[in-house]
Each structure stands twice: as C-alpha cells, then as structure tokens.
C-alpha cells in the first residue's frame, strides 16, 4: 500500500518529473518555435527570469494586471479583469514581495497549488477503493 507520507511523498516525486518535463518543454517553445501570431513577440512586459516567460502569456497578463492594480470594469462589450476569479490574483500580490514581482509570484502560486492539487486528488482516490488502485490505471 502507498498510503500516507511514503504516498504523498511518491507522487510529489512525480508530480515534479512532470513539472519539470513541461518546463522544458515550454522553455524550448518559447525560445526556439515560431511565435503565434496571437503573441508575436517575447513578452516585453514579463519580469520574471527567461525561462519563466513562456507561462507568461494569454490570461498570465490578466492576472499580473490584477494582481499589481486591482480589478477595474472597462464597459460593456470591452474586454475587463472582471471575469477572473480573485484567489489566485490575491495570493499572487501576497507572494510578490517575498520574490520580488507579482509574475515569479504567479508561477510560484501555480507551482505549489499544482503540487497540493495532486497530493489531495490522490489522498481521495486512494480514499475509495484502496491505497493501491489510486496507482493503477485500468481501462
């Protein structure tokens, strides 16, 4: 059985081969894949460190605005921050003095909520059949 700490500590342990295969995976793209037409250029408002910088983009900007200036509504049929949910931004602009700005926060956030998440998805499959059926994949 792979309950308790030797559990959690087991899909930490995956949880960061996947973490890390995804960082690389985006580093490469953002550093040497043609750039979308969405996003054409690197993000020339991203403060963070270069290897950061391919999380840092779609809705990374909305959340870096709000977490630095609060949400403001713009009118209707215009595109505001007012669609985002304020946990993440809250804890974005918590985190940002202990790490210097509010986008090394945001991917500080993501990185450790992503951990907790799957700690706790396996704590509660593991919860129903057994500990061990929480590592199996049946089809």
Same mark, same amino acid.
Request: glycine share 10%; hydrophobic share 50%.
């Given at each position: ?12 342990? *995956? ?21 979308? #037409? ?9 403060? /963070? ?11 990374? /900007? ?12 713009? /009118?209707? /049929? ?14 974005? *602009? !918590? ?9 090394? #926060?945001?991917? !500080?956030?993501? !990185?450790?909520?992503? #951990?907790?998440?799957?700690? !706790? ?19």
């Amino acid at each position: 059985m792979m309950g308790g700490v030797d559990g959690r500590l087991r899909v930490l342990r *995956w949880w960061a081969v996947v973490a890390g295969v995804l960082f690389v995976v985006v580093w490469f793209g953002a550093t040497y894949l043609p750039r979308n #037409a969405w996003y054409p250029q690197p993000a020339s408002l991203f403060e /963070g460190p270069a290897w950061l910088e391919g999380w840092f983009r779609y809705d990374g /900007g909305w959340y870096d605005f709000i977490a630095r200036d609060g949400y403001q509504y713009r /009118g209707e /049929g215009v595109q505001s921050e007012v669609a985002f949910f304020p946990t993440y931004p809250i804890l974005m *602009w !918590l985190v940002a003095p202990l790490v210097g700005s509010t986008q090394t #926060a945001g991917s !500080l956030v993501t !990185l450790v909520a992503g #951990a907790v998440a799957v700690v !706790l998805f396996h704590r509660w499959v593991a919860d129903r059949p057994d500990a061990a059926t929480a590592w199996a994949v049946q089809p």
